[in-house]
């Protein structure tokens, strides 16, 4: 019954063509595609392997911009929308699914496992120093800066938009604004072509908002994205790759996942490149999961790609180019709690807007070699002078331990 209940579920959601009748009902008798490597470290730890299933066909946006559709989810989400419904926690439950899309094949799948196997996995990760930060391949030893307590909060033009308190302190970080084609760690952020932010947090792992992958609207439909590492306009010195998989959580694309208010606490998503950076390989960020109360003592930033065609968008706005603010991105009030009780929203005082989402907040205060990513861009409540007075008007994704130990999951999957 359960089995049929979630057939019906992803046949109203447009993501089991070929299950739900017509023609191509064959093709879902072919197993499922293969995602787990030969010498899977998982397999040392102790971890069973994950249960995989087919759902079918699904049908690919291109050339949309992934930041409009989600605005417009926001404006027909009904008025004075529940934050009670975010607040909510979820049951508890051992197993852990997420939705995968296949983006060279149009088709989707679904993972589970349990939290046993996430958590033996990550343990395995972190002991052999895998969830920390890598300068990769190449290094420019005149320009190694930012560094911990160094973090850019730097004098510059501040674009004089509004956002937090009212003032948008935002800067360009461009190669002519004296950002190098190597700053670290300026190069692991990256430009999505779907008009999002994301990091690398492993060699082909980046990690996004779940919005800027799957439309919120039109159907649950995932959307085709590239990534280009420390893009400037038109230059992509790390080179353009493209995505080959995405996974979010399941909670993002299932039923109870309505409005915005009650997607936001699942938007957090997993892009996996293809391996094929030609200048060498610009490195990764670390991850890492630290309690709100916690991150409200670090030193947190936030750097990305903000569009130029919205009102919150920095003056003079130059198009796929590195922004980031001048103040440290400070937290506040948290919400959302998950089924262990850590919250999945916390409210942050830098200053953001549609583009960004999916930039990654990252610190250097964690016990493993840094920066490591915290969280994640992904909403906005107020913007232009309406910020004035809030400083803490946006939101970030939380690295919870659950999507913490999620991420070195599918790091192992994908090394």
Partial sequence: MLRGIRRSMFCALGLMAAACGGDGSRAQEAPPVQVVPEAWLGEAAG????????????????????????????????AGSTRAAAE???????????????????????????TANLERVAEELARRGLNGASRGTLDDAARLEPVNGDEALTSGTVSGQTWSNGVDTRIRMGLTDGYATNSWPYRTIGHLSAGCSGALVGRRVVVTAA????????????IFNTFTARRDGATAPWGVQDAIWYWVPEGYINGSCNSVASCNRYDVAI?????????????????????????????SFMRGYPGCGHVAAPASCTARTLYGD??????????????DGWHQEIEIGCDGSPGQSGSPIYSYDAPVSGPVVVGQYNQYYCDATGCAGNAFPNRMGHLTPSWNNSISYFKSLYP
Avoid at 97 to 114: E, S
Wanted: charged share 25%; hydrophobic share 35%; with cysteine.
């Fill in 88 to 114: 909510a926690p979820v049951r508890p439950t051992t197993e852990r699914a997420f939705i995968g899309i296949d983006v060279k094949n149009n088709k989707a799948y679904r993972l589970r496992t349990d």
């Fill in 211 to 222: 919005h800027c992958v799957v439309s919120a609207y039109s159907g649950w439909n995932p």
């Fill in 47 to 78: 971890a069973e392997l994950p249960h995989l299933e087919a759902l079918g066909d699904v049908r690919m946006l291109k050339d949309v911009n992934a930041e409009a559709l989600f605005r417009e989810a926001s404006a027909r989400q009904p």
């Fill in 326 to 339: 001048t103040q440290q991105c400070k937290t506040s009030n948290a919400y959302s709690p998950d089924a």
């Fill in 271 to 299: 892009m996996v490149l293809e391996d094929d950076f030609p200048n060498g390989h610009p490195g990764w960020m670390g991850h890492w999961n630290a309690s709100t109360d916690t991150l409200k003592t670090w030193s």
